[in-house]
């Protein structure tokens, strides 16, 4: 694992040396937006020294197989759809959507990776079409994927996040003796601190949507691959693991639709990690240092996802508690939302 890190780091090193030295990988638009805090360009192609780190780490994999080699092949498709955004930033959503699907049907049909239970019977019933199996998974892993991307707003937040999940997934592999998953989950959190340290908490530089979206698949896949070679572990344990990331989502979308009367797919500043920015984090503590204070976002987000991380690892293979827990999170969620949105938290400015 110490390989996959050195790797990384010593890519991500390389990219922040390029972009300051020689202007290498900027985009003057990068500023432009509502979701942007950062005043000055920075580049977004941070996600090639997770894939990279990744990629290379599997080759030394004593138990390389084929199905590793379908594993990298699937990401394909989204990460470089990604990139090519973080590059020209004009590609529609339908089409990252489409090549998304693709890299989801590569991972249905030569890995079975699919979510075809939930542990009810009525579910289970019309989850027994492969048909709707096939469509299902498409519609949890893409919202997998999107949700991953739209958390990565703030230094650290999606990185840090997503190490906190792969540790957990290692933490239960390692319980239930499966080594090849906890090599995965391993190397993958491995290669994302790699990136980590170049990205929290100066933002020298960021993940991008082909690294969002190449760690979003891979962590759902590994967490479904955990899931299928071992019985005991439910897809609720997945579920929970990510719920974060996805409440976030289903959050917005019903903000905004059905709130705000505007369309889901239209940036807002209303995310929560915006609104802790913004109301709670104390910027004169930091001079008003804006890079610092965006930095300081993102653990009152870790701490919020630990909400959901801490059970999952606990009840790995209680389906009725992993439910209950679920619930939990999505009640304080909200709660804290809400009491943010009414100035109800008292905090100094």
Request: aromatic content about 18%; proline content about 3%; glycine content about 6%.
């Amino acid at each position: 694992m110490l390989f996959n890190f050195i790797l990384s780091a010593t890519m991500a090193w390389m990219i922040v040396y390029l972009s300051s030295t020689y202007l290498w990988f900027l985009n003057e638009a990068d500023t432009q937006g509502v979701q942007k805090f950062h005043q000055v360009p920075v580049p977004r192609i941070g996600g090639i020294t997770v894939f990279i780190g990744f990629s290379l780490g599997l080759w030394f994999l004593d138990n390389y197989s084929e199905v590793l080699l379908v594993l990298w092949l699937s990401s394909l498709p989204l990460f470089f759809i990604g990139i090519y955004e973080d590059l020209k930033a004009n590609v529609s959503p339908l089409i990252r959507f489409l090549f998304i699907s693709l890299s989801i049907l590569i991972a249905f049909i030569w890995m079975d990776i699919k979510v075809d239970t939930l542990g009810f019977e009525l579910t289970d019933y019309f989850l027994s079409s492969p048909m709707v199996v096939l469509l299902f998974t498409v519609l949890v892993l893409a919202g997998v994927v999107n949700a991953v991307n739209i958390i990565d707003g703030y230094n650290g937040l999606m990185a840090g996040y997503s190490i906190l999940v792969l540790f957990a997934i290692a933490y239960v592999a390692n319980i239930l003796g499966d080594s090849l998953i906890l090599q995965l989950s391993l190397m993958l959190g491995s290669s994302l601190m790699g990136f980590f340290i170049f990205n929290f908490p100066f933002g020298k530089l960021f993940m991008g949507d082909g690294g969002a979206y190449f760690v979003g698949f891979m962590m759902a896949i590994i967490g479904l691959m955990l899931s299928t070679r071992n019985e005991e572990v439910s897809h609720w344990f997945i579920l929970l693991l990510f719920i974060y990331p996805l409440y976030e989502t289903v959050f917005s979308i019903y903000r905004k639709k059905i709130v705000r009367g505007t369309s889901p797919s239209q940036p807002d500043g209303y995310h929560l990690h915006m609104l802790i920015y913004k109301r709670l984090v104390k910027c004169k503590t930091f001079k008003n240092n804006k890079i610092m204070c965006n930095s300081v976002t993102s653990p009152f987000l870790w701490a919020l996802s630990l909400v959901g991380i801490i059970p999952a690892i606990i009840w790995f293979d209680n389906q009725t508690m992993l439910i209950v827990w679920a619930f939990v999170f999505m009640a304080i969620y909200t709660i804290i939302y809400r009491r943010i949105v009414h100035f109800k938290f008292k905090f100094k400015k």
